[in-house]
C-alpha cells in the first residue's frame, strides 16, 4: 500500500541543522510531486516546501525561505529537508505529503529547537 515514512527529526539548538528524510512505497514515486508541512503545537498544519516529480521546481514558505532545502532521489524513493539556521519557532512535528487520488500523508517526526 501506498506510505510514507518520515525520520530525522529530533532536538537541536537555535542555529543548528537537521535533515529530515521522508521514504516513499507502494507507488512510482519519481512520477509525484511531494511536500512538506509542519504542525505546531495549537495550530494548524502548514505547507513548508513542495518539489516537483523532477525535481526540476520547487517552492518554500517565506518563513523557511534561504534557510530550507528540499530535494529528492528517486533512487531511493526518498524526499528530503534539509533545515538551517533553526529558530524556536521551527517547532513542529514535519509531515510529508503526496496525492495520490487523495491526500497521502505520513505519521511525523517532531523537531524541537531549543536551548
Known amino acids: 500500500q501506498v506510505q510514507l515514512v518520515e525520520s530525522g527529526g529530533g532536538l537541536v539548538q537555535p542555529g543548528g541543522s537537521l535533515r529530515l528524510s521522508c521514504v516513499a512505497s507502494?507507488?512510482?514515486?519519481?512520477?509525484?510531486?511531494m511536500r512538506w508541512y509542519r504542525q505546531a503545537p495549537g495550530k494548524e498544519r502548514g505547507f513548508v516546501a513542495f518539489i516537483s516529480d523532477t525535481g526540476g521546481a520547487t517552492n518554500y514558505a517565506d518563513s523557511v525561505k534561504g534557510r530550507f532545502t528540499i530535494s529528492r532521489d528517486s533512487a531511493k524513493n526518498t524526499v528530503y529537508l534539509q533545515m538551517s539556521s533553526l529558530k524556536p519557532e521551527d517547532t513542529a512535528v514535519y509531515y510529508c505529503n503526496t496525492n495520490i487520488g487523495g491526500q497521502v500523508w505520513g505519521q511525523g517526526t517532531q523537531v524541537t529547537v531549543s536551548s
Open positions: 507502494g507507488f512510482t514515486f519519481s512520477n509525484y510531486f
